[in-house]
């Protein structure tokens, strides 16, 4: 139980952060035709693996997992 509450905190530190320093430096994106841009009219890409590592650690990421951040966030 205290790993999951560390692992918890430790990734929703993670994700804070790096949020916040995107939006820092972009500020509110909107969609211009098909492009994602941001409040200067920058296009911006978005990258990541969002829930793609669910395949890598299935004990992790199952339908309990997800009804739990539903429940909890």
């Known amino acids: ?12 530190m993670i994700v804070s952060v790096s949020n916040a320093q995107f939006v820092k430096h972009h500020g509110q994106l909107s969609v211009r035709g098909t492009q994602l841009v941001d409040k200067n009219s920058n296009p911006v890409v978005l990258r990541g693996m969002s829930f793609g590592w669910h395949s890598m650690w299935p004990r992790f990421y199952n339908e309990k997992a997800v009804n739990w951040l539903k429940k909890r966030f």
């Open 1 to 12: 139980m205290k790993m999951k509450k560390i692992f918890t905190l430790t990734l929703l």
